[in-house]
């Protein structure tokens, strides 16, 4: 048995084998001859981490709500990365009923006429909780909102959001020079998935704080913190350049493109 230190977020159970005799084998790059390891493990009252539950069902909708924390900004995209992992993970996974590592290779480029058979769309979503049924105003599978929590153009944007599906994460930061410490936002972002003639959707709820006291998020179920994620560092421009690829010593009147600390490229329009 073990105690628990109090406000533990997450516990790991490291297992190794202990033999009483080790067979020596010499290193080669077969892996035919590479014996296996000859132990069965069983656990109970727990779960493999961020596994979903498969039994065959039907798929059904599930929502996803974060907390989001980072400072604000008069001269960068400061933000955070949200992962799609552990709790989140298993959530989708069986809403969706797969693996949600397996959702991003699902994902296709938005149409008016929606997913698919077998295929997964990506949209925003108004305050109204209503789909918003059009294209992406971010980079990739990204969307900018005002500070209602309404999709809109780059230059009314207060907040995005650019989800990444290799990776399943979310890329959330700001409009440099909108927000202010104390500010809060509300914005979502949905994943419509067809199954024959079955859909569902995830939709994700992304509660930003704008904060200087620290930069992170949670992900909550039913208002329980269910774990806690450390963000990786504030992401900001590292460069900027025409539209023709020339390097520029800040933006220009137009279309701007901007190399971000991430290695990612933003394209923007400035009036």
Not at 63 to 74: E, G, K, L, M, Q
Not at 150 to 179: H, L
Not at 189 to 212: C, M, R
Request: glycine content about 10%.
């Amino acid at each position: 048995s073990c105690v628990v230190p109090e406000d533990t977020k997450r516990l790991f159970l490291v297992v190794s084998p202990s033999p009483s005799e080790y067979i020596q084998h010499k290193w080669d790059q077969d892996i035919t001859n590479d014996d296996q390891w000859p132990y069965t493990v069983e656990f109970t009252n727990t779960n493999i981490y961020g596994a979903a539950n498969i039994n065959n069902g039907p798929i059904s909708d599930v929502t996803i709500n974060y907390d989001v924390y980072f400072p604000a900004s008069s001269s960068v995209y400061v933000g955070t990365s949200v992962k799609v992992d552990g709790t989140a993970a298993s959530s989708l996974g069986t809403a969706f009923q797969m693996q949600a590592a397996s959702v991003g290779g699902l994902m296709t480029t938005w149409n008016s006429a929606g997913p698919t058979d077998g295929k997964a769309m990506f949209y925003a979503v108004d305050a109204n909780g209503s789909i918003n049924n059009a294209a992406s105003t971010a980079n990739g599978y990204g969307h900018w909102f005002d500070a209602a929590g309404n999709r809109c153009a780059y230059a009314s944007g207060f907040v995005f959001s650019e989800f990444d599906e290799k990776s399943m994460s979310f890329s959330v930061g700001q409009y440099p020079g909108k927000t202010k410490d104390g500010d809060n936002y509300t914005i979502r972002q949905a994943l419509k998935y067809k199954k024959g003639n079955e859909t569902a959707v995830a939709t994700f709820v992304f509660n930003i704080h704008i904060t200087s006291s620290r930069t992170g998020y949670e992900i909550s179920n039913g208002g329980n913190t269910a774990s806690t994620e450390i963000a990786s560092e504030a992401i900001y421009p590292v460069g900027y350049y025409s539209i023709s690829g020339s390097r520029i010593s800040s933006p220009q009147r137009g279309v701007n493109i901007i190399k971000m600390s991430d290695g990612s490229f933003r394209k923007i329009i400035k009036n």
